[in-house]
């Protein structure tokens, strides 16, 4: 086990920037998510971390020791690729014990640790099958346990649940967290599912377009996102947003767009005005989750809520919850409210909706830096 460290990283492709200027400190025994779209530079920073690309600038340490020249090889790390990676000409059990076979081990080892990480990866049945007689999913979990029969120093997964169908991606995810309970190895794990970075993560890194944007644990980075990127790409269904102008009226702030208006409470009325941005414009974010149907709002929560009417664009039913599609004043901003599903609701209705005024976000419109 270590701790990982990359230190002002920057790895340039020709004129393509893949990864800027990357700080990161991953603690011994954590497992860490990389999260972003894809291109923002994720695939890059784990075959930085392997030794597999040379950083242009910048350190990179496993443990205490800077690794910028050591080889691969050397590190101590096993990797789980985005496309596998099999030996094609080894079927699953040679796949699986190449490295451990490569290291020498005893054969009752070997034996041993293969069939433990076979099962656990519920593969135990395909031992003696070659890469091109598996399915997707059966493939990945190859790779999973290949580097899970290692004992490394830590463990960098490449999307590595991405071709699983839902429930074997739900399941495995469950295993992962149990083995890394286990094992206690540091993992850098890199995906751009928010959903799995999420429920995996014990710290969620959010890049985009090669440059980290906000690192924290999920819950801090879904709840104070620093700017809009984060805001939008962690959430499902996303945050709503929507142009605003802060005015003052009455001794009171609101933010105004066309046909719609919100006033702000007190707290965020004095940091407004604090930093300036009575008068300017503003982009408004909402969470679908902080606006509530009428009929689910207690009579003692209405006092601090704001209700509008809005006509239903169309429903999404979910199962437990309902996603109401609606546009949102004049300018018709698409917005979608969560809903429980114990309602019905139906296109073309006209709904109370009621905002929770805490909870809105305020970002600048030149730097989309959230400010509230
Ligand atoms: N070997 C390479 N040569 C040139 N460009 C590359 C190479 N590898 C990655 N890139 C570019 O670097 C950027 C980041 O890629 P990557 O790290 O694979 O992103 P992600 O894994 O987040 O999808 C992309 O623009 C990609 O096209
Ligand atoms: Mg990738």
Redesign the pocket.
């Known amino acids: 086990m270590a701790k990982v460290m990359l230190k002002g990283v920057t790895k340039k492709?020709?004129n393509?920037v893949?990864v800027r200027n990357e700080s990161l400190e991953i603690n011994d025994g954590e497992f860490l998510v990389l999260l972003?779209p894809?291109?923002?530079?994720?695939?890059?920073t784990l075959r930085l971390i392997a030794g597999l690309e040379e950083p242009t600038e910048g350190e990179i340490y496993i443990g205490d020791k800077l690794v910028n020249n050591i080889p691969p090889k050397d590190r101590d790390i096993a990797m789980v690729f985005q496309n596998y990676a099999l030996y094609p000409h080894m079927n699953v059990y040679q796949n699986i014990s190449f490295g451990l076979r490569l290291r020498k081990l005893p054969k009752e080892e070997i034996n041993q640790g293969v069939k433990k990480a076979a099962e656990m990866l519920g593969i135990g049945e395909l031992l003696q099958r070659k890469p091109k007689e598996l399915s997707g999913g059966q493939k990945q979990r190859v790779a999973l346990a290949r580097a899970v029969v290692r004992n490394p120093k830590v463990y960098l997964m490449d999307e590595p649940l991405s071709n699983l169908d839902a429930k074997l991606r739900v399941q495995t995810r469950g295993e992962l967290i149990k083995l890394h309970k286990r094992l206690g190895v540091t993992t850098v794990y890199v995906t751009h599912d928010q959903v799995e970075a999420m429920t995996l993560g014990d710290r969620v890194v959010v890049m985009n377009e090669g440059e980290v944007q906000q690192e924290g644990r999920p819950k801090e980075v879904f709840d104070n996102p620093v700017n809009r990127f984060v805001a939008s790409f962690v959430g499902t269904p996303p945050m709503n947003f929507v142009n605003v102008k802060i005015v003052e009226k009455n001794k009171n702030m609101y933010a105004v767009s066309e046909g719609f208006e919100l006033k702000i409470v007190d707290a965020h009325r004095d940091i407004l005005a604090k930093k300036g941005y009575i008068g300017k414009n503003m982009i408004m974010g909402i969470r679908p989750k902080d606006l509530f149907s009428e009929v689910e709002v207690k009579k003692d929560e209405k006092m601090a809520m704001q209700p509008f009417k809005v006509l239903i664009d169309f429903v999404e039913l979910m199962g437990s919850e309902t996603f109401i599609h609606f546009r949102l004043g004049d300018d018709n901003v698409k917005f979608v409210a969560r809903a429980s599903s114990d309602h019905d609701y139906a296109m073309g209705d006209t709904v109370l909706l009621y905002i929770d005024p805490f909870h809105i976000h305020l970002f600048d419109e030149e730097s989309s830096k959230a400010v509230i």
């Open positions: 492709f020709g393509v893949a972003g894809s291109g923002c530079g994720k695939t890059t």
